[in-house]
Nanobody
Framework: VQLQASGGGLVQAGGSLRLSCAAS????????GGWFRQAPGKEREFVAA????????SYADSVKGRSTISRDNAKNTVYLQLNSLKPEDTAVYYC???????????????????WGQGTEVTVSS
């Protein structure tokens, strides 16, 4: 199983980015998708997650109202739309997949089974 994260880049404060996480290899049936980020010198932290159906989602307080997680299961892809970006959003963003069983949209790092390589987001002030 491979998770390929993409869509990062350099953006000015107030701008937007859409990150993508494409799963390939063994079919991940009914997996929950999550996004996490790690800034230099800090621990990896939760950003957003979605259940397989997309009905359940969860967001970190730091991005709530500025971001939207979505998915296209036909494409095995999970997206993270980031708006009104701030310099403190600068980090490497990692996507992850959690196989069933799970409840809702898992937000704990340790719950996830597979991880992508990360895509870097830099927000300039």
């Amino acid at each position: 199983v491979q998770l390929q994260a993409s869509g990062g880049g350099l953006v000015q404060a107030g701008g937007s980015l859409r990150l993508s996480c494409a799963a390939s290899g063994r079919t991940l049936s009914r997996y929950a998708g999550g996004w996490f980020r790690q800034a230099p010198g800090k621990e990896r932290e939760f950003v957003a997650a979605t259940s397989w159906s997309g009905v359940s989602t969860s967001y970190a307080d730091s991005v709530k109202g500025r971001s939207t997680i979505s998915r296209d299961n036909a494409k095995n892809t999970v997206y993270l739309q980031l708006n009104s970006l701030k310099p403190e959003d600068t980090a490497v963003y990692y996507c992850a997949a959690k196989l069933p069983p799970y409840n809702g949209a898992p937000f704990r790092t340790g719950e996830y089974d597979y991880w992508g390589q990360g895509t870097e987001v830099t927000v300039s002030s």
